[in-house]
């Protein structure tokens, strides 16, 4: 039969440790914050819990515990003894009991298998007799990413809000790109809905020097809008860009022309949102081009 993993949100206990356990077994996926009237429960559905439970599923497995089959709770912390939590964050202690260890009588009289991480663990809910779940590499259909960064200050912003769309695209046409910027909470928020993008904190000068010397990174973006306050910027972005041993794909502004010869050392582009994505993409999947950019020796191409 079929199983049904409820889980808040993505997270590293089920990748490492429930959805290989099962496999090979029909699987849906669904949100511990799901509205469960939507949810059917076919005869038969077993359920697993990964670390937490609501009320509102409580009472769903209560209407149809007799269609159910198997029904299990998996956890890879000591969620219900208190002590375990006492040099814990108020917070999270809070998050644990109130998902977790409150709903521990519940799952006893329900009969809910208990799977757990270690041996610790089950030598110390022997009574329930767990199930121990050894882990498994999650990063096996994985693919090899390919990071383009824009390392803009919050004096960026309008950039940065410009950068949305075309990273929201870019990462939507190909599952192997990555975005890095560094940004505050307002900005963490902004991206918050995009997979695999990296927020990194402001940082100091000597930090950051250190990081663009860190390999990597393939494509860098440099936009910039008209105002006043970017009518005194520089060029220096395609010195970050450039030490990161990336290319690096600029505003075509007077700032830039300065410096950059579009298809010899770099793409000067019109700040077209559309234009800017499926430049990231061309130079991402075009590792000869991207080697003649960065060698200031590149054949004359189109994007």
Known sequence: ??????????????????????ANEPLRVCDLGASVDSIAAEPGL????????TPQWRRWVERHRASLGRLAFFMDDDL???????ELPLRYRWKIYRLARRHKAWLRRM???LWVSTQWL??????????????????????????FFYHGSASHMQEIRWLLPVVEEVLQRDPAFSFELIGNV??????????????????????????????????????????????????????????????GIY???AVYQSIVQHERNGLLLPMDQKAWADAIVRLGNDEVLRAGLTSGRAPKVTV
């Open 122 to 147: 089950a030598d110390k809910y022997c009574d329930w007799q767990p199930r121990v779940l050894a882990p498994q590499s999650p990063y096996a259909e994985c693919l090899p990413q390919k990071t």
């Open 46 to 53: 077993n359920l697993v819990f990964v670390r937490y439970l």
């Open 111 to 113: 009969k809910v298998e």
């Open 186 to 247: 307002e900005i963490r928020k902004l991206f918050s809905h995009l997979p695999r993008v990296h927020v990194l904190q402001p940082m100091s000068w000597p930090a950051y020097k250190a990081l663009v010397n860190r390999p990597g990174r393939i494509v860098g973006l440099a936009p910039l809008l008209p105002g006043a306050f970017n009518q005194a910027r520089s060029a220096t972005k395609f010195f970050d860009i450039t030490q990161a041993g990336a290319v």
């Open 251 to 253: 505003a075509d502004h």
């Open 1 to 22: 039969m079929s199983w049904l993993l409820v889980e808040q949100g993505d997270n590293p206990s089920s990748d490492y440790f429930v959805k290989p356990w099962l």
């Open 80 to 86: 219900f003894d208190s002590n375990a939590h006492r």
